[in-house]
């Protein structure tokens, strides 16, 4: 993660982000629960990456079932309006 101003390098620190799931100690998402799913998901309900989440791989993977099973029962919307 290189920005380059002036022909020089500066290298950028990633910041580290733990997984809600995980620290909060959670086994399950629910699609039920919209309130937490409304934290993944960008302001054009776009599904967000990991690297902007901060989940691991094995919740983002449930975070996004859940969130098309919510979309699928009309919990959520798929078009922001």
């Given at each position: 993660m290189f920005k380059k101003t002036n022909n020089r390098k500066i290298k950028k620190k990633a910041?580290?982000?733990?997984?809600?799931?995980?620290?909060?100690?959670?086994?399950?998402?629910?699609?039920?629960?919209?309130?937490?799913?409304?934290?993944?998901?960008?302001?054009?309900?776009?599904?967000?990456?990991?690297?902007?989440?901060?989940?691991?791989a094995m919740h983002q993977r449930k975070v996004s079932n859940a969130i098309k099973r919510a979309r699928e029962m009309s919990l959520m919307p798929y078009l922001p309006r």
């Open positions: 910041v580290r982000r733990f997984c809600y799931f995980c620290v909060n100690n959670w086994k399950d998402v629910n699609y039920q629960d919209t309130a937490i799913l409304q934290k993944f998901v960008s302001s054009f309900l776009k599904i967000a990456p990991r690297r902007r989440s901060g989940l691991c």
